[in-house]
C-alpha cells in the first residue's frame, strides 16, 4: 500500500527530530587522527601476505592493532559474535546510529542486533570504507586485465569456511586503510592523500568474537598492478576503558548500544 505525503513528511519529520536530539547529545568532539602508535605488549603476530586472508579469535577486552609495516594495502575486516555466529558485524546499522560514515577513534562498530562488536580505540588515517564493499573476482578482473589475483570475496568464502560458516554468513566488510568519499554528485572517488602506507588502526572487542581479514586492493584502488603489501596484525591486552571511555560516551546511540551489551551479560 502506497504512503501518502502526509505521512511521508511525518516519518521524515520524526527521523530529523531523533537526528538532532543524537547530534545535541553528541556534545564529545572526536580526536584528530592519531600521530603515532602506543606501544603495546603482544599476545599473538601475525603478519599477512598481500592478496591472502587471516583470522583470529577475540576476548571481550583485548584489542587487535592492523598495521601497515610493509607498506600501502587495504584490509577488509569482518567480524561474528563467537557464542553465536547468527549476530554479526552490521555496517549499514554501524553508519544510520551513529549518523556518519566516518570510522575514526572513538565510533564503534554495530551488530545487527543493536550491540557493540568493536570499539575503535587508536586509528591514523580515519580512512576506511563503510560504503562498498570488498573486491570480488569480476572487479579484480576489470582493474588488472591479464593478471593473476586473489580477491576479497572469495578470501572470505574460503575463510567462513574454515570457522564453520558459509556465504550467507558472511557480513559487508568493513575496509581499512580505503580512502573513499563520496562527491557532490553522489559519486565515490578515491583520495590517496588520506593515507601514508605507514596508517595503523587498533579495534577493541566488547564481546568474544570471530574475526576475519582479507589483504586484497579496494575496488577503488588507483594502482594499475595488483601488489597488495602484507600486513601485521597484532592481538593484544589495552587498559580497560573506564567510565569515561570515549568509545562509550561519545554518542547516545553508543551509550544504548552497550547498554544492550550489559543487558547480555548479565
Known amino acids: 500500500m502506497s504512503r501518502t505525503a502526509d505521512q511521508i513528511a511525518a516519518d521524515r519529520a520524526r527521523y530529523e527530530a531523533h537526528q538532532k536530539k543524537a547530534v545535541e547529545f553528541?556534545?564529545?568532539a572526536l580526536p584528530p587522527p592519531s600521530p603515532v602508535a602506543p606501544p603495546i605488549t603482544p599476545l599473538h603476530t601475525e603478519v599477512v601476505p598481500g592478496g591472502w586472508y587471516w583470522w583470529t579469535q577475540l576476548k571481550r577486552g583485548e584489542a587487535v592493532r592492523v598495521a601497515q609495516t610493509a607498506g600501502f594495502a587495504s584490509v577488509a575486516l569482518v567480524a561474528w559474535?563467537?557464542?553465536?555466529?547468527s549476530e554479526r558485524l552490521n555496517l549499514p546499522d554501524t553508519v544510520k546510529v551513529q549518523w556518519?560514515?566516518?570510522v575514526q577513534k572513538g565510533r564503534v562498530l554495530f551488530s545487527d542486533m543493536g550491540r557493540v562488536l568493536l570499539s575503535v580505540i587508536e586509528d591514523s588515517?580515519?580512512?576506511?570504507?563503510?560504503?562498498l564493499g570488498g573486491s570480488t573476482a569480476s572487479s579484480n578482473a576489470a582493474?588488472?586485465?591479464?593478471?593473476?589475483?586473489?580477491?576479497?570475496?572469495?578470501?572470505l568464502v574460503l575463510l567462513a569456511g574454515k570457522?564453520?560458516?558459509?556465504?550467507?554468513d558472511i557480513p559487508m566488510a568493513l575496509t581499512l586503510f580505503a580512502p573513499v568519499a563520496v562527491d557532490d554528485d553522489g559519486s565515490f572517488s578515491w583520495r590517496a592523500d588520506r593515507v601514508s602506507g605507514r596508517d595503523f588502526v587498533d579495534l577493541r572487542a566488547e564481546m568474544d568474537l570471530l574475526v576475519g581479514f582479507s589483504v586484497c586492493p579496494h575496488p577503488l584502488d588507483q594502482s594499475p598492478t595488483y601488489a597488495p603489501a602484507p600486513v601485521t596484525i597484532t592481538r593484544y591486552c589495552p587498559p580497560a576503558p573506564g567510565a569515561d571511555d570515549l568509545?562509550?560516551?561519545?554518542?547516545?546511540?553508543?551509550?544504548?548500544?552497550?547498554?544492550?551489551?550489559a543487558l547480555v551479560e548479565v
Not at 81 to 85: E, R, V
Not at 125 to 131: C, E, M
Not at 163 to 168: F, K, P, Q, S, V
Not at 247 to 261: K, L
Open 125 to 131: 588515517s580515519a580512512a576506511h570504507d563503510v560504503l
Open 26 to 28: 553528541a556534545s564529545k
Open 163 to 168: 570457522l564453520g560458516l558459509t556465504r550467507r
Open 247 to 261: 568509545c562509550r560516551t561519545a554518542s547516545a546511540e553508543a551509550v544504548r548500544g552497550f547498554e544492550n551489551n
Open 81 to 85: 559474535n563467537a557464542a553465536d555466529p
Open 100 to 102: 556518519h560514515t566516518h
Open 143 to 155: 582493474r588488472y586485465p591479464g593478471q593473476t589475483t586473489r580477491n576479497t570475496r572469495d578470501n
